[in-house]
């Protein structure tokens, strides 16, 4: 028996002018494409025979050359404090990524998005780089990852944060075009302001982004003052030492007019020390930017220690006096392994060790 693939265009990861070119060349008014995103994205709907508003002829034109990819949670844990919720989400060929909702005290809530399965770049502390890469996500899996986050809460999430599992400017197209969709009246109208993008340092691709015209937070994970050591931390230092990373965040901020935040984690006994922190603080004098100093959050099988937490806000006073805008960040999901650094790549949907609380180590304050 002959078997009948589906259509390969996926309509979730499309934007309003392609939606609108779609809707013309089925010989329907460019329109029609707006009342397609606000089901997609508005509703969140994966079926086109909840798109009432479109006849059924249409629907049938559209069934035949394209589909609505569909991502899946399969298991969610809460953090004891309720702070965050991590999602197993499985995607489509059976491959799983990480996501987070993240909620605060003032009613915020963000969602935290994978844009690759794995991660190719290798950190020395982080947990999805254990596991190696399998392949980028789309647009539509990036944006599915929302949708299940948002359908979960049953609220309004105001923030988004591309700190799941990969490297989002590995991935960029993709990457680019969900946080188009996200801002977009027509999308989740996610304010562009209100979406930050990470990055561990992938030169042409910052400075691609900054031509791109997007009012978003570059989140450059830094780790290290020296390229002696951040090489030892950051495996694509070889390729992109500080020198040339800090000349491509001088000019993303001199096309953007956006300050920089650099992520800096804390690692026991390994850049957490009075000499880093001065060197971290002649780096980066004069550039328009502000330190997320991250202290060093559990991961089993790697070979570093979370410094002590006066150690850490003496790192962060030492940068303050010097006259660099810093703050320590207070993790949420550490309970869970669902914050920074914590997120695996799961090579199979039953590995339950991967969905077990580990005791918290104590978590910075201010």
């Not at 995103?37 to 006849?55: K, Q």
């Not at 075009?177 to 009246?185: E, F, N, T, Y």
């Amino acid at each position: 028996m002959m078997t009948v693939e589906a259509p390969t265009l996926d309509l979730r990861g499309l934007l309003l002018p392609d939606l609108e070119a779609l809707a013309e060349r089925l010989g329907e008014p460019r329109y029609r494409g707006r009342q397609i995103a606000r089901w997609l994205y508005g509703h969140g709907t994966e079926s086109f025979d909840a798109m009432t508003d479109l006849s059924q002829a249409f629907r049938d034109r559209l069934r035949a050359v394209a589909h609505i990819g569909r991502v899946e949670v399969r298991r969610s844990q809460e953090a004891p404090d309720g702070s965050a919720t991590k999602h197993l989400v499985a995607l489509p060929d059976g491959q799983t990524v990480e996501c987070v909702c993240m909620r605060f005290a003032d009613h915020r809530r963000s969602a935290c998005l994978s844009t690759q399965v794995g991660c190719a770049m290798g950190c020395a502390f982080c947990a999805t780089a254990l596991g190696g890469f399998s392949r980028n996500l789309s647009a539509g899996e990036i944006v599915g990852q929302f949708l299940c986050i948002r359908a979960r809460e049953k609220a309004r999430l105001t923030n988004v944060v591309f700190m799941g599992m990969g490297e989002p400017l590995a991935n960029y197209e993709p990457t680019v075009r969900s946080v188009r969709i996200l801002a977009a009246p027509y999308g989740m109208g996610i304010g562009m302001r209100h979406i930050t993008v990470s990055t561990v340092g992938l030169v042409p691709q910052i400075r691609r982004l900054a031509r791109e015209g997007l009012q978003i937070t570059l989140a450059v994970s830094l780790h290290a003052p020296t390229d002696d050591l951040r090489e030892r931390l950051v495996p694509l230092n070889q390729r992109y030492p500080i020198a040339e990373l800090m000349s491509a965040c001088r000019d993303y901020v001199r096309e953007t007019g956006r300050r920089l935040t650099f992520e800096y984690v804390a690692i026991d006994g390994v850049n957490d020390g009075r000499e880093e922190a001065r060197a971290l603080a002649r780096l980066l004098r004069g550039l328009r930017c502000h330190v997320n100093v991250i202290p060093l959050n559990p991961v089993a099988g790697i070979p570093f220690r979370r410094p002590p937490i006066p150690r850490v806000r003496a790192f962060a006073a030492f940068l303050r006096t010097a006259g660099v805008p810093v703050t320590v960040r207070i993790e949420r999901g550490v309970e869970i392994q669902a914050a920074c650094g914590q997120l695996r790549l799961a090579s199979g949907l039953g590995r339950p060790s991967r969905w077990t609380p580990v005791p918290a180590s104590p978590q910075p304050v201010g």
